[in-house]
């Protein structure tokens, strides 16, 4: 297959340095995304926040790793708030401890807006460092492309202004990314490339102390390192002792509150997307051997490659075929491939889980969200085929990038794990940056097949997304419903059919029809990560900012039910105001509402099933309205005269 050769960079000077094109694009960059932290609401999405600013609280308080939230008072699952754990010191987030003790100094300089700041500035390191690895692997113009993808047409933006600390980790995953690429380029100066190494792995520690994603780039960097470095063992060495600092913190911190050293636990053995040694064990070992394979694979002699190829082939059918457990994972992959990777409204939990029902044909809401695949969300990845044209000077890019999205994505593909409350996949912003860069590549490879006019291109992409606006902000759910989910994925199927055509063929026709279908994609995701998905956080955090409002300042001895207790952090910082959330799938725990109320405790719900049933217990029970979101949010206070 004929390819693309990229031209070689100028000097070592000229590689490091960042042209005057590109800091415009970052101060706009900068410019908008502080226009989107001014304007976001000062409050949380969802339960996850409420329990990262439970852990500031905390710090705040003296309690260091544990959450206040009436454990010593009451004994109830519903205290948890789903995500908090019972540990030797209290209540502990289920999260990583590393992002509260970061996060802290933003959070008392400006609450809630301190860490929207935080993230603001990890999103912009996430796009610099993006850059920086782009450029080091092709050259300027793609690197250019990249990050304007990333920028615009991925949904990083939305965890810009967010408590979330899914940008910040993904930073320092991709600055490990960023340092292994310099360690493999420096072998030359052993010094550098050991000091390079041991960066990688300080990066994925700190990472790991703050989201355990950060974790998921090791298996494709440690698999390219010893297929492309010359010195793997050397290098990879390096990086695990840079990695133990962070692995010995997190165990370290992890004993404190859970009572266990394992460094990757969340204190349950159920924890969101099944966050578990033992639930991956199998996946692991095959990654595990995969790596093996690898690092033998380049003392094999070249005249014995192909027939140990067909060797591994064939050992691995069998072992899929014979073997049960090893048989489940590429079917499990496969079906996660689908239902992530392009139709989440056909989810298997859709009107199983709560929270997760239809809406209709081919849609379906996630806690109220029209919630999106990674094709749905960004249906230009259909051009990704056309980035095996493209070969650069830097042996293995292609392979160093796709490692990282599949060593990053395999976990919740082999789980089906969509991820909860939110707008899109953010487990999967990790993949982000390489999918961007993998993307410029296949942009540059069809602009060298067939040249279009930027000019015209800028106008096509600027008239397909006031169209694609205009349906989605029609204010109809059935058509925001068909653009948010079928509509983007179809598209996708479309673009990537035409695109492996036009991959094979070459005519100019196709080429063509790859252009006309390529721009319509990135208009949708344009509209969708930078314009509806960012109204959907706002209006969220606005009901909850909305909620405080009406129930601020909470009073002593009461208890808040309610789905919208994100909006009541500062509950918190008050030792006798308790937070309380049904488990997932339960009932509220009405014997201890019960008890509470006995002692002179008076609780306030938005629930009619909660009111109901502690109005048949207690007959007599004063009922009355104490805040209005709206006529469908309206809160009630019961208490025992």
């Not at 390219?224 to 840079?242: D, E, K, T, V």
């Not at 899109?424 to 006019?453: E, K, Q, W």
């Not at 008050?574 to 008076?602: C, I, Y």
Request: charged share 10%; glycine share 8%.
């Amino acid at each position: 297959m004929e390819q693309i050769v990229l031209t070689h960079r100028k000097s070592v000077g000229a590689r490091h340095a960042v042209d005057p094109y590109t800091i415009a694009f970052l101060i706009f960059t900068s410019l908008f995304w502080s226009v989107v932290w001014l304007m976001m609401p000062p409050s949380l999405y969802t339960l996850d926040e409420l329990i990262l600013i439970g852990g500031l609280v905390g710090l705040s308080d003296g309690h260091l790793l544990s959450v206040p939230n009436g454990k010593e008072l009451f004994d109830s699952p519903d205290l948890s708030l789903i995500m908090l754990r019972d540990g030797p010191q209290g209540y502990a987030q289920q999260y990583p401890s590393g992002y509260s003790f970061i996060a802290y100094p933003f959070w008392l300089l400006g609450g809630i807006k301190g860490l929207f700041a935080l993230n603001l500035l990890s999103a912009l390191g996430i796009v610099f460092t993006t850059y920086g690895i782009a450029k080091h692997l092709t050259d300027v113009v793609t690197a250019r492309l990249a990050i304007i993808l990333l920028v615009g047409c991925t949904f990083l933006v939305d965890y810009s202004s967010a408590v979330w600390p899914h940008a910040l980790a993904t930073l320092f995953a991709v600055l490990a990314i960023f340092a292994t690429v310099r360690a493999q380029a420096s072998e030359e100066h052993l010094r550098t490339a050991c000091a390079w190494a041991l960066a990688a792995g300080l990066s994925v520690g700190v990472g790991i102390n703050i989201r355990l994603d950060a974790l998921l780039v090791v298996p494709g960097l440690a698999i390219w390192i010893a297929f492309f470095a010359r010195r793997p063992l050397l290098l990879l060495s390096c990086a695990m002792i840079g990695l133990f600092p962070g692995v010995f913190t997190s165990a370290l911190l992890n004993h404190e509150k859970f009572g266990t050293w394992n460094p990757l636990s969340y204190g349950v053995s159920n924890a969101g997307g099944g966050a578990t040694v033992g639930t991956y064990l199998p996946l692991s070992l095959v990654i595990l051997a995969s790596f093996a394979v690898v690092l033998l694979w380049r003392h094999v002699p070249k005249n014995f490659r192909k027939g140990l190829i067909l060797l591994l082939a064939g050992l691995s059918v069998a072992g899929v075929v014979l073997s049960p457990e090893l048989g489940k994972i590429p079917k499990a992959i496969l079906r996660g491939l689908y239902y992530l990777g392009f139709d989440l409204a056909a989810h298997p939990e859709v009107n199983v889980r709560p929270g997760v029902v239809s809406a209709g044909e081919a849609r379906a809401y996630f806690w109220g969200v029209y919630k999106q695949s990674l094709a749905q969300n960004m249906p230009w990845l259909g051009i990704l085929p056309l980035c095996v044209l493209w070969r650069t000077d830097v042996h293995g890019t292609r392979t160093l990038l796709l490692l990282t999205v599949v060593g990053a994505s395999l976990p919740f593909l082999y789980k089906n794990w969509h991820g909860g409350l939110s707008n899109n996949l953010r487990y999967f912003l990790v993949t982000l940056p390489a999918f961007s860069i993998l993307g410029a590549l296949s942009i540059r490879s069809l602009f060298s097949l067939r040249p279009a006019r930027i000019g015209l291109i800028s106008i096509a992409l600027i008239a397909a997304s006031v169209l694609f606006a205009s349906y989605a902000f029609s204010g109809k759910q059935e058509t925001l419903g068909l653009v948010m989910q079928p509509l983007p994925a179809v598209w996708f199927g479309f673009l990537l059919t035409v695109t492996i055509l036009a991959l094979c063929l070459r005519t100019q026709l196709l080429l063509s029809a790859t252009w006309v279908l390529l721009v319509p994609a990135l208009a949708m995701a344009l509209v969708s990560c930078n314009f509806f998905q960012l109204t959907n956080s706002a209006v969220r955090r606005a009901t909850a900012a909305q909620v405080a409002k009406v129930l601020d300042p909470p009073m002593n001895d009461t208890i808040f039910l309610s789905g919208w207790i994100t909006g009541l952090s500062s509950a918190f910082e008050k030792k006798r105001v308790l937070l309380s959330h049904p488990q997932l799938g339960a009932k509220a725990d009405f014997d201890f509402l019960s008890t509470a109320m006995e002692k002179n405790w008076r609780v306030i719900s938005s629930d009619p099933e909660v009111i109901g049933h502690l109005s048949l217990k207690h007959p007599g029970l004063a009922v009355r309205e104490v805040g209005r979101v709206s006529e469908a949010l309206i809160f009630w206070e019961m208490e025992i005269p």
